[in-house]
């Protein structure tokens, strides 16, 4: 899944990234309002993460749904 996907999909994705990572507010995902690039930026913040680990957890997850999609079809 790649970032324009994501972005497109926010609203989908919206309830599962408050499960990923429960310090994350409804306040800041009302800011990101789909951004990837702005969501790292919130875990890095949020969870005292260098810019890498955020990027890395991102794109750990995004890969874990692309993976069980992939599975389904």
Known sequence: MNKDIFEGNWKE???????WWGKLTDDDLDKVEGNAEQLVGLIQQKYGYT???AEEEFHRRIKEVKEAVDKKV
């Open 13 to 19: 994705k919206r309830g599962q990234i408050k499960e």
């Open 51 to 53: 810019r890498l680990r």
